[in-house]
Structure formats: structure tokens, C-alpha cells
């Protein structure tokens, strides 16, 4: 064999090796398949503790969590992330306090109310406010979905997209962009699925409309009308 | 078997000598950091020194918000950690994984980062703290069996320069370091 020949087969070999090794890494299943619909989804974030203001697009983080596992739970992306919403390794064991395998295996609300805990830590965190505080971002609409999208591809790479201004300046290893994310969960939001009022008038970071007034009233140094107690 | 138990008592002390004398003659060089979990409680002092808020935390959070009883151990807390032997002062380097840390991307289409945690320094002397201070620090282990082929030796490094007293930080994902990961902190 002529020793170009030869290196190239020696190369394919390592090449086909290479991927044989990383296709033993890829996808995987914890516990049983499932095929929850976006609405299923929805329906387990409503009754997590998510903060309201982002419970008010809810419909929309259905469709963020059929983007993300196509509703299967116990999937494991071969790399770093399980479950509907997809957590890394690192946050599986932070917030749901067990490893990939125990996390592929809880319910669906178990897993739903871990992702919200990490949903509203990450929602405290300067680029978060920063990005609340905005009404676009790169022609993008600043609402509950993209925020969401911007805590689920990570604070510190969302800060990398705020900081260069474009929606080009994050993106995954496959090009997804955070603004990418966004709009892949709005279209796939269960098309009957109706979010609370408050989506139609809410701004991030307003009062929230879609709970009672009584139940969640703004400090006296916020509301732009007092009334004292026997003025009522 | 008392005879087999007996000869691996012997290697083990030996390798703990053999460790003890790395730490102290291999200051300069590059380090792995150690990988420690601390779901089963003990007087070790990273437990009860460097991190004892952090496990409070996670076992409050663990109980109260996950509503799973613990039964005497501790929550999934897990740390890195180089100690360094500077004559009768011990330096201890910790970094633990914790809510506070950020993971990076959760996503079908992401792959294994690292997560920028606190980064705890402490000087001890005669089993008291005299210095301690908070940096933030890479965290990445690979103490999950399942892990690609191209993650099974990711890790945090420390290495201490005893002549200008820092210590330096580098971590190595999938093979390839990690710029954002390569820092340098004063020992005081």
C-alpha cells in the first residue's frame, strides 16, 4: 500500500473511532419515554413557584419545553443536559439535589419546579434586569419567553449577546442563538393555549394584572395613589 | 483476608506519605484539585471551616423547598479543593458548587461547561483560621461515570507561587482550556 494511502486509512480509522466514542456518549433515557403536549408543560409551570410575571406567558415555556426534549422527561442530550427543560448537569444537582439519572426519573412537576427555582434565581441577576428593562432587544420584543431564554442558555452567555448588542453574540454550539430559542418556543406553544390577561399588557418588570390586587399589593412608596385605611 | 486487609492498609499508608510529600515539595507545578462530596457529614474542615454556610443552605432548600428528608445526611453539596503546606501555615483553595455558581446553557443542542462558582482562601495556623477570603473560581468535575469520552478528565487546576504568594486558577473542558477560567489570586 502506498504510504499516502496508508496514512489516509490510519486517519478514517481514528476518525470513525472518534465517532464511535461519541456516539456512546450521545442520547440517552432515564425511566420511561414520555410525550407530554406543550399545554401539559404549561400546565406543570402554572403550578410551580415560577414568579408571576413570568407565569403570565406560560404558554410559551410550553413550547420551550417541547423545543427543548420534545416532552420527554428522562432524555439526556449525551453531553450535559436532561429532562423536559433540558438542565446541565451542574443545576440538576443544585436544584433538584440529585444527579442526571434521578432527575431523568421525577415527574414532570418535580422537574418543572426545579427548572423554576433556577428560573428565578437567574432572573435576579443584573443582565436579566438589564435586559427587563429594555422593550427590544436587536428588533427582538423583550418579553417573559425571551427572558426565560436568556436564564435557559445561561446568564454569563447572556451577557456575552446584551454586551456586543446583536442577537448574534451568543451562540450554542450549533448556532443557536438566544433570540433563536425565543422564537423556536413561541411557535411551539400550544395554539390554544391562552396565557393570563396580563401577557397583552404587561411589560417586564410591571405589576402583575393577572393575580388580585389585594393578594399582592405594591409598597406605599411605589403607588402613585395612597389611601389611607378610613378613606376606605 | 485479614492478611489482604492488612496489605492494603500498608499500600494505603504509603500513598498517603507519598501524596503528603507531593503537597509539600510540589508547590510550583499544576495540581488537579480534589474532588469532594459532602453528603456524608464528618469533622473534616471543609466541612466544618471552609463551607459549613453553603451546606446549611443546601440542606435548607433540600428539605424545606424539595420536601426530602435527609435522615442525618447532608444535601448534594459537592467542592474542589488544593491545600498547600507553607512551613507551619496550611493554604486551603475551595471552590463549591452551589446556587450561587453560574452553570451555563441548559439546552438539547449545549455541550459540558464550566460553572464560575465562589472560590474560597484560607491560611490556618494551629487549627485556627488567621485569613480567609472570597473570589470566584472555575468549578468542573468529572466524577459522573457517564460523562463523554472527551470529558472524563475535565478539571480545575491550582498552582502556588510561594515566592510572590498567589495562587493561579486554569480549568480544561473536553480537552481545551478555558480563557475565562484562568485566574490569579493573592494569598494573604
Known amino acids: ?232 | 483476608m485479614n492478611q489482604v486487609l492488612r496489605a492494603a492498609g500498608t499500600l494505603l499508608l504509603i500513598m498517603g506519605a507519598g501524596q503528603a510529600i507531593a503537597q509539600s515539595d510540589g508547590n510550583s507545578a499544576w495540581r488537579a484539585m480534589t474532588f469532594h462530596d459532602f453528603r456524608q457529614p464528618s469533622s473534616d474542615v471543609l466541612q466544618t471551616v471552609v463551607w459549613p454556610d453553603v451546606i446549611a443552605a443546601a440542606n435548607a432548600y433540600t428539605e424545606n423547598e424539595l420536601k426530602r428528608p435527609l435522615k442525618g445526611r447532608n444535601a448534594l453539596v459537592t467542592a474542589l479543593s488544593s491545600t498547600y503546606q507553607l512551613g507551619d501555615r496550611t493554604v486551603i483553595i475551595s471552590t463549591a458548587l452551589v446556587r450561587g455558581c453560574d452553570s451555563g446553557a441548559n439546552s438539547s443542542g449545549a455541550e459540558i461547561e464550566p460553572s464560575l462558582c465562589p472560590l474560597r482562601i484560607l491560611v490556618m495556623k494551629a487549627g485556627k483560621v488567621v485569613s480567609s477570603k472570597t473570589e470566584h473560581g472555575c468549578y468542573i468535575d468529572h466524577a459522573d461515570k457517564d460523562l463523554p469520552q472527551k470529558n472524563r478528565n475535565d478539571s480545575s487546576y491550582t498552582r502556588f507561587d510561594p515566592k510572590t504568594g498567589t495562587i493561579a486558577l486554569r480549568t480544561v473542558v473536553g480537552g481545551k482550556e478555558i480563557p475565562s477560567c484562568q485566574r490569579s489570586y493573592a494569598v494573604d
Open chain 1, 1 to 232: 500500500m502506498p504510504r499516502f494511502t496508508k496514512v489516509c486509512f490510519a486517519l478514517s480509522l481514528a476518525v470513525s473511532h472518534i465517532f464511535a466514542s461519541s456516539a456512546i456518549a450521545q442520547r440517552g433515557q432515564y425511566c420511561e419515554r414520555t410525550n407530554y403536549s406543550a399545554q401539559q408543560i404549561t400546565d406543570a409551570v402554572r403550578n410551580s413557584s415560577l414568579r408571576d410575571d413570568l407565569k403570565s406567558t406560560s404558554c410559551s415555556l410550553g413550547g420551550l419545553g417541547r423545543y427543548e426534549s420534545g416532552g420527554n422527561k428522562g432524555v439526556y442530550n449525551g453531553s450535559c443536559c436532561t429532562g423536559i427543560f433540558q438542565l446541565n448537569n451542574a443545576n440538576v444537582r443544585k436544584y433538584a439535589g440529585t444527579d442526571r439519572e434521578g432527575y431523568g426519573c421525577l415527574t414532570l412537576q418535580q422537574q418543572v419546579n426545579a427548572w423554576a427555582n433556577l428560573t428565578n434565581d437567574g432572573y435576579n441577576t443584573g443582565v436579566v434586569r438589564q435586559l427587563a428593562s429594555m422593550q427590544t432587544f436587536d428588533g427582538q420584543k423583550v418579553d417573559a419567553g425571551f427572558l426565560s431564554a436568556c436564564i435557559q442558555l445561561g446568564t454569563g452567555n447572556c451577557q456575552r449577546m446584551v454586551s456586543s448588542g446583536r442577537c448574534s453574540g451568543f451562540a450554542d454550539i450549533n448556532g443557536t442563538t438566544i433570540c433563536d430559542m425565543a422564537r423556536s418556543a413561541r411557535a411551539m406553544t400550544d395554539p390554544n393555549c391562552k396565557d393570563g390577561e396580563a401577557s397583552c399588557t404587561q411589560g417586564p418588570g410591571d405589576f402583575p394584572t393577572n393575580i388580585g390586587v389585594a393578594a399582592n399589593p405594591p409598597t406605599a412608596d411605589i403607588a402613585n395613589v395612597v389611601v389611607g385605611s378610613s378613606e376606605v
